[in-house]
């Protein structure tokens, strides 16, 4: 009898769901049980499996009946004696009897993981994610993450909610190894995959990646042994240096290059596109077809066709049966994000051509010959006002994060660490037409008034400001408008490298957002010492710029716009002991850096000293 009753107990082990997914089955494939359901998914310990029918979602046990008499929308299976459901909009656990696992969290989850080694992923009311521990409390007092996921050898990855970046945590919440990636996997025998600006890698407990080689995509490694497809789509075994230890298939070097090669067709095709209005009048035309669009764009039929097949190749249209053009996603963010920036970067694509002479020159030399000026001291109104509108768009996609989160919240902490209240000021310096600063001062206004609705937080009383070396010709964000609907309270022109016109010890914050490497390392310390010199005692300048890769390390990213800073302003792009050079020599203290959410940037934050 007691052999008979532990086989009972140990059945569910050997069972599996029918290729129905209706019923379970044993090993020679018999049912399990007589009774038919909506859906049935794997038995997990203590021997229950999730079943559905026409009475709701539930448990069951080997025999096919109830486990208990509650039902939910939907059931997931038993992990550590857990199993999540849903019901309505809230989603929670329940212990085998069907009962729900207390926890103490002030709102309902919006979705729960399963738990593993005494932790759980969940989604806060926030959406934001935290770990759940088996005590019902939230890790580290409910510490909130962009993303969060399961527990393996007592760590997990979790991803900053600003920047998108992902480190390793133990399962107490203290960081691994502080390193941050683009994206990251759990550890596994040693080895965790990551991804950096460069391409995918193994990374070791201490953050350091295990070799210099980049890839597409990497495996697990598996005693020692890593499956990888290289840029080339060649796929590739191996070994934990790096080394290729077998090819299993190789890749189209030549089609790659190729395709690189001729880059700049992708460039004008999107340019001309922009110029001759191809979106404006897809998005317009009651029927796009070919016909109409080529009429209204004043091209022949047949080119249109030609120029209509290229932008479906650059996957940016795709055309319906009925033979009809549509915008793609990409042709969408095209036409409404990067409009501008279609035509600025076709019209200097001529200054590349002096790449050449450029690089032969030693890169202290005094010589002007050849070499470029900061592009803004001799640019027409016309390509300033290209320029502008570039900027906006830019910025407005890359500093979304930084407007409404960072900068904020570091006003809020100034504010709330003076003893008297006070008027805060802010200086946006190259802030061009005001879009950064306007998206800085709606959202410290929206704060406020959040703040005083919800009688929570502190209030921020902040002048924002931008210098320029010009007046943009078409300012449409609000600079020179005192208004709370976003507008900046002034718009001083200046020269970034002489002398500011700006009060010395006026200001509480200088932002440099993407300035510095437009400007070669003399006139960039000397913008340095211009805004170290209108700080208030105390006050900070945040830069806001790319830092290079450690090139030894295989860290290759920037390295194209670095020649692009060059070719444009005889400038640079800089590597962290670089900017640690700058910053020293003009006299200031790196006080921390932080990276930046849909920014290919860091935000580094110095003060005097």
Not at 427 to 436: N, R
């Amino acid at each position: 009898v007691c052999e008979t009753h532990t086989l009972a107990q140990t059945m569910w082990k050997r069972c599996r769901v029918s290729s129905c997914s209706t019923f379970h089955v044993t090993e020679s494939g018999r049912p399990l049980y007589p009774q038919r359901f909506k859906s049935v998914l794997k038995f997990h310990e203590p021997g229950l499996a999730p079943a559905a029918d026409a009475t709701g979602s539930f448990h069951i046990t080997t025999d096919g009946t109830p486990a208990y008499n509650n039902r939910f929308d939907r059931t997931f299976g038993f992990y550590e004696h857990k199993a999540a459901v849903l019901q309505g909009d809230e989603c929670f656990h329940i212990t085998p009897t069907g009962d729900r696992f207390p926890t103490r969290a002030t709102a309902p989850f919006r979705w729960c993981g399963n738990f593993q080694e005494g932790r759980c992923p969940v989604r806060l009311q926030s959406n934001r994610f935290s770990h759940l521990t088996d005590t019902g409390e939230l890790l580290c007092n409910g510490q909130e993450w962009g993303y969060c996921g399961d527990f393996k050898d007592s760590i997990a990855v979790v991803q900053d909610p600003n920047s998108g970046l992902s480190t390793h945590i133990h399962n107490d919440g203290s960081f691994v190894h502080s390193v941050w990636f683009s994206d990251l996997d759990v550890f596994h025998k040693g080895f965790a995959r990551a991804r950096d600006s460069s391409g995918w890698c193994h990374v070791d407990i201490t953050g350091t990646v295990a070799y210099q080689n980049r890839f597409a995509s990497v495996e697990p490694f598996y005693n020692g042994h890593a499956r990888v497809e290289t840029f080339d789509g060649a796929l590739q075994v191996i070994d934990e240096t790096g080394s290729t230890v077998s090819v299993l298939r190789e890749g189209n070097a030549f089609s790659k290059v190729s395709a690189q090669l001729v880059g700049f067709w992708g460039t004008y095709t999107m340019g001309t596109a922009v110029r001759l209005g191809v979106f404006e009048a897809i998005e317009e035309l009651p029927s796009p077809t070919t016909k109409h669009i080529a009429e209204r764009c004043n091209i022949p039929h047949q080119n249109g066709l030609r120029l209509l097949r290229a932008l479906a190749e650059l996957n940016l249209l795709v055309i319906t049966r009925q033979g009809e053009w549509k915008m793609s996603t990409r042709g969408m963010t095209l036409h409404k994000q990067l409009h501008h920036a279609a035509l600025e970067w076709e019209n200097e694509q001529h200054h590349w051509q002096n790449l050449g002479n450029l690089l032969k020159q030693d890169a202290h030399s005094t010589s002007t010959q050849n070499k470029p000026g900061c592009w803004y001291t001799t640019a027409t109104t016309t390509q300033l006002n290209l320029n502008s509108k570039v900027m906006q768009e830019y910025s407005t996609h890359d500093y979304s994060s930084l407007a409404k989160h960072v900068i904020p919240s570091f006003l809020t902490s100034l504010s709330a660490n003076t003893t008297t209240p006070q008027k805060l000021t802010l200086l946006d310096a190259g802030g061009g037409s005001g879009t950064l600063a306007s998206m800085i001062k709606k959202a410290i206004t929206e704060q406020n008034v959040a703040s005083i609705n919800t009688n929570n937080g502190v209030q921020v009383d902040v002048s924002v400001s931008v210098m320029d070396m010009m007046h943009y010709p078409n300012n449409n964000n609000g600079a020179n408008n005192n208004t709370t609907s976003g507008g900046v309270d002034s718009f001083v022109e200046g020269d970034l490298v002489g002398e500011w016109p700006v009060a010395k010890g006026s200001v509480d914050v200088v932002l440099l957002t993407r300035v510095l490497h437009d400007w070669n390392d003399a006139d960039a310390q000397s913008i340095l010492q211009q805004a170290k010199t209108v700080l208030k005692p105390g006050g900070r300048i945040m830069v806001v710029d790319m830092i290079l890769g450690d090139i030894n390390k295989g860290e290759v990213n920037g390295g194209l716009c670095d020649l692009h800073m060059l070719v444009m302003h005889g400038a640079k792009e800089r590597t962290q002991s670089e900017w640690s050079g700058l910053f020293a020599n003009a006299g200031l203290r790196h006080c921390s850096s932080q990276a930046l959410e849909n920014c290919p940037a860091m935000l580094m934050v110095l003060t005097e000293g």
